[in-house]
């Protein structure tokens, strides 16, 4: 039986709720095991090689499933793929501290990859297919804060309880099955997939070439920061501590800007949004050399930096989301998957080169990325 249209008045809030505990397992699988696969690599005495190698196994699964979900979305929809996939979560995560060898992880990182794909590209796509265009932006935001969130919350984990024995573990695997069990539940209706209209991901670059263009300045700068923004301050007089501290100033803008900035995006016209965001953040990358030898003013500007630079994505996605729908939505969302990838490969090189040329390459390079970014919005007009 069809269910019935659902007026905004009375959103589908039990739906939206479910499908941030996704957002949140999501966040939480990234942010509990790169820290954790690093650590436990160096502890058993591998090298840096070694190390990336492995970390080289989650983008593969990112990539080599790409392309492919289109279809299996089209094919089963968005909710039996998500409850694999969570299911797929939890049972690494159970079997990663009992493999007796190192080299078990490499299938089972490859595993992680292909489930948070599948994760991030079902759950936005059906997201923006049940919220109506006058609270696109600021539920997009919502769900980029709990994404966050997981982000931050790996690592306190790990703080809590420690790195070691099966409880880090134990304690992820039960929130991500608290997740399942949501998106199992019957208020769950999925929203139908349809065919993409178009076939091959390049068609979508071409459909939605500012979305993807962001997903890519997000991975590269992203990528780059987690590696380099430690030793940029280390190398400007910074204690490590506190310089490590400055990755949590980050990430708590990205978690407490989203939603106010979405409220904007509800209210405004939202390219020309992004365009100003994209400004401020070229601007105030610029900012980074005067305030690193400020203290306490590094960690205010990069608060407000990174809040500024996140909203950037959600505006982008929540343009796409109220242009397309179905197959081609979820096909964007795959296109984008693979400019992360990328992104995520060439950041951290370029970045490295940009902090080898001065003592403050890594902000003029963030500058130029945004920079060059913000021209797309004002060229493209008509483009998402």
Not at 111 to 125: D, F, N, P, Q, R
Not at 144 to 159: C, E, K, N, T
Not at 206 to 217: D, E, G, Q, R
């Amino acid at each position: 039986m069809p269910q019935p249209h659902m007026p905004s008045a009375t959103r589908p809030l039990l739906p939206l709720a479910s499908l941030m505990t996704v957002a949140l397992s999501f966040g939480l699988t990234y942010g509990l095991s790169a820290p954790l696969f690093t650590l436990a690599l160096t502890d058993k005495g591998y090298g840096p090689q070694f190390i990336a190698a492995n970390a080289i196994m989650h983008a593969i699964g990112v990539l080599g499933l790409a392309p492919f979900l289109p279809r299996i979305a089209a094919r089963f929809g968005p909710r039996m793929p998500m409850l694999l996939a969570l299911a797929t979560l939890a049972c690494v995560l159970v079997a990663l501290p009992l493999a007796p060898s190192v080299w078990l992880w490499f299938p089972l990182r490859l595993a992680l990859g292909a489930a948070t794909e599948v994760l991030l590209i079902l759950s936005e796509s059906w997201l923006n297919q049940i919220t109506t265009d006058q609270t696109r932006t600021r539920t997009m935001g919502l769900y980029s804060a709990v994404l966050s969130a997981g982000f931050a919350l790996g690592p306190l984990i790990l703080a809590g309880v420690g790195r070691h024995g099966f409880t880090p573990f134990g304690i992820s695997a039960a929130i991500i099955v608290a997740a399942l069990v949501c998106v199992a539940m019957p208020w769950m209706h999925a929203p139908t997939l349809e065919h993409a209209q178009h076939s091959g991901l390049w068609r979508y670059v071409k459909l939605a070439p500012i979305a993807i263009s962001v997903t890519l300045l997000m991975a590269m700068l992203e990528a780059a920061g987690s590696s380099f923004l430690t030793l940029y301050a280390m190398r400007n007089g910074w204690a490590e501590q506190n310089a490590t501290l400055l990755l949590s100033a980050m990430l708590i803008g990205a978690i407490t800007l989203q939603f106010p900035l979405g409220w904007l995006g509800d209210r405004f016209n939202r390219r020309h949004l992004m365009i100003c965001l994209g400004a401020l953040s070229c601007l105030g990358a610029l900012l980074w050399p005067w305030a690193i030898t400020h203290g306490v003013w590094a960690y205010a500007t990069l608060f407000v930096w990174d809040g500024l630079f996140a909203a950037l994505y959600m505006l982008a996605m929540s343009v796409v989301g109220s242009r397309y729908h179905g197959g081609d939505l979820v096909s964007i969302y795959a296109a984008s998957s693979v400019a992360w990838g990328l992104g995520a490969f060439i950041g951290p090189e370029l970045a490295g080169t940009a902090l080898d040329l001065g003592p403050h390459g890594l902000p003029y390079f963030v500058s130029l990325a945004c920079g060059l970014f913000t021209l797309l919005p004002l060229i493209l007009k008509k483009s998402a």
